[in-house]
Every structure is written in structure tokens, then in C-alpha cells.
């Protein structure tokens, strides 16, 4: 059996898929994309499948060596978004040539289900009490949500105050016993970081999501000190490389590697028992679509570690087009109790609507970060 062919999709709301098909016509999906970057990725993507035509598409391990060690430059999100993308589909196929699920192959479950959360309040978190209290309703039992709009370097006590009214809402709608993930997107520097995690301590929430950005982890440590609220992050770390530090330092509580952006299954099956060894908990990130969240979920049934799982279905970027749009059987994430099963089909376990990709891929999209800007004109996190 050999790689045949690797083609990509670009398909709304901001996705990119791409499909491997070998010489005896087994077919494997991935979701290789950054977003806001998907052409960029989609470039990668056609750059690396030189390694691989005519290839056997099963020995998975030394394919993934190859794209990354190969060249000279390596890592980031574009690299390692297309490696993901391509180490899914390899996966894929190789689960439908032995007619198992991935699980099966990587030694198997250890669960049979997983906690899911469901998002809310949009990226300028607003209405979030009448939000939650729907997505209880729904069955879910925990919710995340954005804490804040953007902040200065240090910023009044007014936004502060703000974010503890919201997630104040949240918890009297939805109950103490539901998990409230407060998402600080990386839009918080570290002098009112500090200030925000002490102050939400009283809300006990699930865990506070990337206080500061990726590139500032450095100082989760004195963030850690200021609370005992756990924290969470990982979703714009790449590699194991990139992991290793902050859980040696030891104050991530979450890690949150991203199966479309950290090298695919086989890096993030990696990355999860690196954690493991460390005693923290895994929540892979995964505000995308069907084939990443599948992928997610074939690593979240072999880690003991994983304890939770974020989903699409209905956030407020699928606008047009959502989770369930590209795939055949929508039953396979089918959310009961807050909790959906493992998938137990062949591969990746779902069943890709092609014609849908194909009918959506000639509408394609350009979907970019919005650009947001303080009062002062200066550019913001988003």
C-alpha cells in the first residue's frame, strides 16, 4: 500500500481539511490549520507532501520523524498544524487497514466516555447567566466562557470588577456544582493576572485558562502564588519541546495541547503522558471541527490523565456552517449528560461528508482574528 494522493480543503466557518488517499483507495481525514492562517498551513501542507507520495502510509512514527526532523527549521504553529493535519489521515488509514479505532491501536481505552464542555458568552462575554443556565439545561455540567475583553498592561479596577460580575452571574445561574473554565486568552498581562485569579477564587472555578500568553510562562510562577485556583494552558505551546519546561517548573495545573496544532495524535499522545508523569491533568483544546475533535477524542480514551474535552458545537465562530455539517453520522457525538462516548469505528471513528466538503470548499472562506485596539490606539490581544 502506498500514498497516492493528498488533497485540501478550505471550508467555513475557518477550517481546513485535508484527505490521503492510497493506491488500494483507503482514504484518511485530517484538520491541519492555524486560525486565521489556514493558506498559509495549507501551503505547509503541499510543501511536506513530497516526504510522502509513493510512501506506505503505516509506519507513522519515522513519517512523523521525517516532517519534522527533516528540515532544517522546525516547530511553530504552521509546521507543526500541517504535521497534525497529515498525522491524523495517516492514522486514519492505518485504523481502517486493521479495521480498529485508533484507541485500539495505541494500546487500547482506559475510558468510556469524557466529560465536555460547552462554550459561552461569545468573544466580549455578554449574557452569560441566561448562556449558562441554557447549557445546563442542555445536560452540560461544565461551561467556559471568555473572562475579560482586552486589558492594559495594568488596567482599572472598573474591568475587574466586571469580570467578577459576569462569572458572579454564571454561578448563580448554573449552580455550584457546574465547572466554570474562565478563559483569560492571553488577553491579561501579568500585573492584572495576579489581581484576577486571587479575586475569583471565591467562584471556585474549574480552572483560569492562559492567564498570560504562551511566551510569558515564566510567570505563571508568581500567578500560582497569588491562588489556588488551578491553571490551565497550552493551547499556543507546539511540541513536547514546548511543554517540557513548564511542567518541570510545575505550576500548570491543565495542559491544553491542540491535536490540530501540536504535531497530531502522535505528539499529543506524547505530550499527555509527559503530563501524566508530572500528576497534571489533560483538557485538549479544540474550538474546531469534526475531524480534529474526533482525534481528540481516539488520545482522550487512552489517557488516564484526560478529564475533560473542549467541543464546537455551537460557538460563536461557527457561524454558517458547524461540527455536525461535514460528517455522516452525527450520532457518534451525540453529548448525553454532559459527557460523550468513545468512538468505536474504524480510524478516527467518524465518517466524512465529502460531497459536503467538496460543495463547501468552492465557497471556501478568508475568516481572520478580529483586530482589536485600546483607547489609546495601541493594538490589544484578542
Known sequence: ???????????????????????????????????????TVEAAVHELKDYLIGKDPLPIE?????????????????????????????????????????????????????????????????????????????????????????????DSYKKVDETLERVDAV??????????????????????????????EVYRPMFIEEPVLAENNEALKEIASHTSIPIATGERMFSR?????????????????????????????????????????????????????????QVDATCHNAFIQEQSLGIHYNQGSDLLDYIEDSSVFAYKNGQVDMLTGPGLGITVNERKVKEMANEGHRWRNPVWRHQDGSVAEW
Open 1 to 39: 500500500m502506498k500514498i497516492k494522493e493528498i488533497e485540501t480543503f478550505v471550508v467555513p466557518p475557518r477550517w481546513l481539511f485535508l484527505k490521503i488517499t492510497t493506491d488500494d483507495g483507503i482514504e484518511g481525514w485530517g484538520e491541519p490549520v492555524v486560525e486565521g492562517r489556514a493558506a
Open 171 to 200: 454561578r448563580k445561574a448554573a449552580g455550584k456544582d457546574i465547572g466554570i473554565g474562565i478563559d483569560f486568552h492571553g488577553r491579561v498581562h501579568k500585573p492584572m493576572a495576579k489581581i484576577l485569579a486571587k479575586e475569583l
Open 241 to 297: 519541546w514546548d511543554f517540557k519546561q513548564v511542567l518541570a517548573e510545575g505550576y500548570v495545573d491543565v495542559i491544553q495541547p491542540d491535536l490540530s496544532h501540536a504535531g497530531g495524535i502522535t505528539e499529543c499522545k506524547k505530550i499527555a503522558t509527559m503530563a501524566e508523569a508530572y500528576d497534571v491533568g489533560l483538557a485538549p483544546h479544540c474550538p474546531l471541527g469534526p475531524i480534529a475533535l474526533a482525534a481528540c477524542l
Open 62 to 154: 519515522d513519517h512523523w520523524n521525517v516532517l519534522y526532523r527533516s528540515g532544517f527549521y522546525r516547530g511553530g504553529p504552521i509546521h507543526m498544524s500541517a504535521i497534525a493535519g497529515i498525522d491524523q489521515a495517516l492514522w486514519d488509514i492505518k485504523g481502517k487497514y486493521y479495521q480498529a479505532p485508533i484507541s485500539d491501536l495505541m494500546g487500547g481505552k482506559c475510558r468510556d466516555s469524557i466529560d465536555v464542555y460547552s462554550w459561552i458568552g461569545g468573544d466580549r462575554p455578554s449574557d452569560v447567566g441566561t448562556a449558562a443556565k441554557e447549557a445546563v439545561a442542555k445536560g452540560f455540567k461544565a461551561i467556559k466562557m471568555n473572562g475579560t475583553e482586552e486589558m492594559q498592561y495594568l
